[in-house]
């Protein structure tokens, strides 16, 4: 019976460890402020802005894992998509890391220099964590149909197949 219970928690242990969300549903709303973090320039962010009439990514990364997902970053910038029908956004889970919050910002206020079509958001208190279950001191990357639908979710590192799913994801839903 041991043997069982312990092939069974070796068989789902992978699943329980990721947390990608549900295709085809909208997450509960979420608005990080204050304390809970929000833009760069301080003003507020809200999962809201995800129904844009665009296909959204979201790059929800631990500020140690920042490299861990460039090459699908890389991928989607290659393709040059208008800008009218896609969007970015990175956001920190400040939280999940040891660094200090003001080498993080400097960071990310020189990524939002040179990427200046992505949105980049802080996430203080690992609120996308609680509240939609995405995982935590990792990198999640979420695509979101134009009316906030989540269409493609992957957390930690992805492979060359998975680079070419979520280009082609992102592609067939800009129209």
């Known amino acids: 019976m041991r043997t069982l219970a312990t092939m069974i928690f070796i068989i789902l242990f992978p699943i329980m460890v990721h947390a990608?969300?549900?295709?085809?549903e909208i997450p509960v709303s979420v608005v990080l402020k204050g304390?809970?973090?929000?833009?760069?320039?301080?003003?507020?962010?809200?999962?809201?802005e995800l129904v844009s009439g665009k296909v959204i990514v979201l790059f929800y990364v631990d500020?140690?894992?920042s490299e861990l997902n460039n090459h699908v970053s890389?991928?989607?910038?290659?393709?040059?998509?208008?800008?009218?029908?896609?969007?970015s956004i990175g956001m920190a889970n400040m939280a999940a890391t040891w660094l200090p919050n003001f080498a993080i910002n400097m960071k990310?206020?020189?990524?939002?220099?040179k990427h200046k079509t992505t949105v980049y958001v802080k996430d203080l208190d690992k609120t996308l964590v609680k509240k939609w279950g995405l995982s935590d001191d990792n990198s999640d990357v979420v695509v979101f149909g134009k009316d906030g639908i989540v269409l493609y979710s992957v957390d930690g590192k992805f492979t060359e197949a998975q680079v070419k799913e979520i280009v082609k994801?992102?592609?067939?839903n800009l129209d």
């Open 74 to 87: 890389d991928a989607l910038k290659a393709e040059n998509f208008p800008k009218e029908k896609y969007g």
């Open 108 to 113: 990310l206020k020189s990524k939002q220099e």
């Open 35 to 48: 304390e809970l973090g929000g833009r760069l320039d301080g003003s507020q962010w809200s999962s809201e």
């Open 169 to 172: 994801v992102v592609r067939d």
């Open 63 to 65: 500020p140690d894992e």
């Open 20 to 24: 990608e969300l549900p295709i085809g």
